[in-house]
């Protein structure tokens, strides 16, 4: 059969082939731990559940407008209003069916044919392919284990070409967990500004900072009339609502204006009953949901020194997200391996543990460990990652 172009050099997400690896494992009655979705294990919490509910006995399940809500759009730039002291009105907000869908829409409607867009390394894995899939090119650029993993005006600045118009900056970062300091945010800021680099800043994981480090929004930086960035969030992993599917984009009002009409033929209205309870989301007390946050950090703290105590393993410390970006490039050369997708299998098959390998994020030689599950799969997840690449048949890390 033959395809357009634009779909043939789309591949399947390597995160959602890891799990459905898993899963199929699973089936056959064999027992694996799935360390490699990027979705939180904590259920969504009653009170969002019961606003749902309350939405469908409302008869809350007719069309709304695609850009969503008015309220729920309020609610958003309410929050960065009190938060980061911005002036963001419904204008600036659109509401899409996850910050993915997001994602598309902005990639969509700013980038084309000819335009090259910076896209830094390690990367979510779904960026390069949204950027191809309008004709741009994504232009890799890394940023080093040895920076933390993360990203400088040092490393943007001497990338910017004739044909550069985009670059994607995420923070904290998946799959690497690094937060973007605020005064070096604010340098990039200005960089892009002066540069007429449309930026797209993914902060989906604002929530989740640990050890006294703080997340800093571009929206700190930026006015409601700005026309060079888009900010991309979602209550997907802050309020453990993955399937709910409900996404936004902060951007100038013309962007948002544009995506609106685009949503509206390409999907129509996000999940009427869906943005009910992310709008009671949004008016709750963070309190909810900062025992998930306080549980990752406790998962943090256990896997990584397990993971730094295993010969051949090295990983700096995530002060973000719910991820490790451990490097394993010593294990890879002793054990013979050549990629980390090779490693990835050599985990699965050996020590029944899914990682996604780091060639998915732009980066060779790493592998991506998702913490979000229980502390007693990790700990037993780690003595089987040990087991697997030293041989040893102890079990002696620390229970």
């Given amino acids: 059969m033959k395809f357009t172009k634009r779909l043939d050099q789309i591949s399947a997400s390597p995160t959602m082939a890891v799990m459905q690896a898993a899963q199929k494992l699973k089936k056959q009655g064999i027992d694996v731990i799935d360390l490699g979705p990027g979705e939180p294990d904590f259920p969504t919490p009653e009170s969002i559940k019961e606003a749902g509910i309350a939405a469908i006995r409302e008869n809350f399940t007719k069309y709304t407008a695609a850009a969503g809500i008015q309220e729920l759009r309020q609610a958003v730039a309410d929050q960065y209003n009190r938060q980061w002291g911005t002036d963001f009105s419904v204008a600036n907000v659109v509401i899409s069916c996850g910050a993915k869908h997001s994602i598309y829409n902005v990639c969509m409607a700013m980038f084309e044919e000819g335009d090259e867009v910076l896209l830094p390394a390690p990367y979510w894995v779904t960026f390069p392919e949204a950027i191809k899939m309008t004709g741009a090119l994504p232009q890799e650029l890394t940023v080093p284990e040895e920076k933390g993993f993360i990203l400088g005006v040092e490393d943007v600045e001497p990338r910017i070409g004739s044909n550069t118009r985009g670059l994607i900056v995420t923070t904290p970062n998946n799959p690497t967990g690094a937060v973007i300091p605020g005064p070096m945010l604010e340098k990039l800021v200005n960089l892009v500004r002066s540069r007429e680099v449309f930026t797209l800043f993914d902060e989906c994981y604002d929530f989740f900072v640990y050890g006294g480090k703080s997340h800093v929004s571009a929206a700190s930086f930026v ?44 999907t129509g209205n996000p999940t009427s009953i869906s943005q009910k309870a992310a709008l009671f989301a949004l008016g709750t007390d963070r309190e909810l949901i900062n025992e998930m946050k306080q549980e990752y950090e406790k998962r943090r703290d256990f896997v990584l020194p397990a993971l730094q105590g295993i010969d051949g ?30 490693f990835s299998k050599f985990l699965i098959q050996e020590a029944r543990v899914a990682t996604v390998p780091g060639s998915a994020f732009g980066m060779e030689g790493y592998i991506r460990i998702s913490y979000a599950t229980s502390m007693e799969n990790l700990k037993e997840a780690m003595i089987r990652i040990k087991q697997a690449v030293s041989g040893e048949n102890n079990r002696a890390i620390e229970q």
Avoid: N
């Fill in 313 to 342: 393993i090295s990983c700096v410390q995530p002060d973000g997200a719910f991820y490790l970006f451990p490097h394993v490039g010593e294990c890879m050369r002793k054990m013979g391996i050549e990629t980390s997708e090779e």
């Fill in 223 to 266: 006015g409601p009339s700005d026309d060079f960035f888009a900010i991309l969030g979602s209550v997907s992993k802050t309020y453990s609502m993955t399937g709910w599917r409900i996404g936004y984009c902060i951007a100038h009002p013309e962007l948002i204006k544009k995506i609106a009409e685009f949503q509206s033929h390409q």
